[in-house]
């Protein structure tokens, strides 16, 4: 099985537009899926075992998102094959870039292709679900305005796009920031025409970066260049270019103490690429 791809994402502007009676956020965002991200390598067992090989410090392997989206796929299919699965990460941790959701997600697509369980898109969203908020987007595999808690999708044809994204090192905990009592959780709902028009903006920001005074440094740095905004809850921050040879020369004026790349927008994510789909 060839190696897969599981892609970073960015959330091109984020609205907390209410809360659920069980805490959850609703919001409104458009993921962009990114030609940048880790990648999964899927080897059969035949005794039902579960082990990953990873270079991710700092996360027991029972509570990674890729052993967990596996024994999610095997319980409900009631598959016993097992895997061997190897992770190798270049999405930034607490960066706002999905990766550990993509990487559930690649993992979910991954599995159900090597074990045959012959299950659809829509069946593996909903195990991704229970898994994070943000893991359906990966599974469906397009770039989508979405709302609800993150699992009402839309799929959407973005404009191309360069973007520069800068990770500022300083992991931001998701948690913390919805429950910090100053994030604004009742911005008006919109419409996608308000998006193309550019009337959006991110409610997490400003939590973040108070929090985060790294984070702010980032997008004061960033708005010399272009439009900036964090993805998600942070800490990453992005600007979008309408070609590569901009982004680069951007990026290449970064201050040296942070982490940059630059990736072009995807509106079909490579994983469903590989497999077909």
């Known amino acids: 099985m060839p190696t897969l791809p599981a892609p970073a994402k960015l959330n091109l502007f984020l609205h907390i537009t209410g809360r659920r009676p069980d805490g959850y956020h609703l919001l ?31 996360v027991a392997t029972e509570d990674n998102l890729v052993v967990r989206a596996a024994r999610a796929l095997a319980l409900h299919t009631g598959c016993t094959a097992g895997a061997d699965i190897r992770l190798r990460k270049r999405i930034p941790t607490g960066g706002g870039l999905g990766g550990g959701s993509s990487d559930a997600a ?13 299950l659809g898109l829509e069946e593996l969203a909903r195990i991704g679900l229970s898994l994070g908020a943000d893991v359906p987007v990966f599974v469906h595999g397009r770039s989508a305005w979405a709302e609800g808690v993150g699992e009402l999708l839309q799929p959407v044809a973005l404009p191309p796009r360069w973007y520069l994204v800068i990770y500022p090192e300083c992991p931001v905990n998701t948690a913390v920031i919805f429950k910090d009592r100053e994030l604004t959780r009742n911005t008006p709902v919109i419409t996608l025409a308000a998006f193309l028009t550019g009337q959006v903006h991110n409610d997490c920001e400003p939590v973040a970066s108070r929090l985060n005074p790294e984070i702010a440094r980032a997008l004061a740095w960033l708005a010399s260049h272009g439009t900036a905004r964090m993805s998600g809850t942070g800490s990453a921050v992005f600007a ?21 790349f630059v990736a072009r927008g995807l509106d079909r994510s490579p994983v469903h690429a590989a497999l077909g789909l």
Request: with cysteine; charged share 25%.
């Open 28 to 58: 409104q965002t458009i993921f962009q899926l990114l030609d940048v991200g880790d990648e999964l390598d899927f080897s059969a067992r035949t005794d039902g075992q579960i082990t990953l090989a990873t270079d991710l410090e700092g």
């Open 106 to 118: 690649t993992t979910l697509l991954g599995l159900n292709h090597l074990w045959g369980c012959g």
């Open 240 to 260: 979008a270019f309408e070609d590569e040879y901009a982004a680069r020369r951007a990026a290449a004026a970064v201050p040296g103490e942070w982490t940059r």
